[in-house]
Antibody
Framework: VQLVETGGGLIQPGGSLRLSCAAS????????MTWVRQAPGKGLEWVSI???????YYADSVKGRFTISRDNSRNTVYLQMNSLRAEDTAVYHC???????????????WGQGTMVTVSS | DIQMTQSPSSLSASVGDRVTITCRAS??????LNWYQQKPGKAPNLLIY???RLQSGVPSRFSGSGSGTDFTLTISSLQPEDFAIYYC?????????FGQGTKVEIK
């Protein structure tokens, strides 16, 4: 069971990037999948989630600029990032959010992350 | 959004010490509180969920308690591999939010 993120890199402000998160050992279609980012030397920031039914939610800091999606046939989750800003510079982790008790979830599987650097 | 505040931000301790980290939510979150450990250059690792339940494979020296707005993570006897950053996270509502982290360093 693992998650592997790809797609990070150096991008100019205002540019776009698409991150991928390939899952193995479980199906992304039957799980809640999230993106969490970590700016250099900083803490963890929740970014977005896609639920089993396809509903999506975003942090206010990325709403309207980022889009989460999934391809069930590839067992992969994506994060399309547009209008990138310097403050989006971070390691982006995808994580599986599982139901651990009635009404309670936790991030039990994490990828190692992919670095996104927004700079001119 | 629910704000999560951890204290202290960092602490120095010796191997064998008992360590306690606190996490406070800006509003009641019942027991929907998780704890993670992160080592340098690694992804976070789930330690405790629903405030007090130990994730499979996590040593029993880790324990959690609390409900409502105040929570604690305790390491009963600090081991060399426990030096890391610890984060609390609420799963009561979306957006999920994390505490700012507590760095546990070697004294």
């Amino acid at each position: 069971v693992q998650l592997v993120e790809t797609g990070g890199g150096l991008i100019q402000p205002g540019g776009s990037l698409r991150l991928s998160c390939a899952a193995s050992g479980f199906n992304v279609s039957t799980n809640y999948m999230t993106w969490v980012r970590q700016a250099p030397g900083k803490g963890l920031e929740w970014v977005s989630i896609i639920y089993r039914g396809g509903d999506t939610y975003y942090a206010d800091s990325v709403k309207g600029r980022f889009t989460i999606s999934r391809d069930n046939s590839r067992n992969t989750v994506y994060l399309q990032m547009n209008s990138l800003r310097a403050e989006d510079t971070a390691v982006y982790h995808c994580a599986r959010e599982v139901i651990v008790a009635v009404g309670a979830d936790a991030f039990d599987i994490w990828g190692q992350g992919t670095m996104v650097t927004v700079s001119s | 959004d629910i704000q999560m505040t951890q204290s202290p931000s960092s602490l120095s301790a010796s191997v064998g010490d008992r360590v306690t980290i606190t996490c406070r939510a800006s509003q009641g979150i019942s027991s929907y509180l998780n704890w993670y450990q992160q080592k340098p250059g690694k992804a976070p690792n789930l330690l405790i969920y629903v405030a007090s339940r130990l994730q499979s494979g996590v040593p029993s020296r880790f324990s959690g308690s609390g409900s409502g707005t105040d929570f604690t993570l305790t390491i009963s006897s600090l081991q060399p591999e426990d030096f890391a950053i610890y984060y609390c996270q609420q799963s009561y509502t979306t957006p999920r939010t994390f505490g700012q982290g507590t760095k546990v360093e070697i004294k």
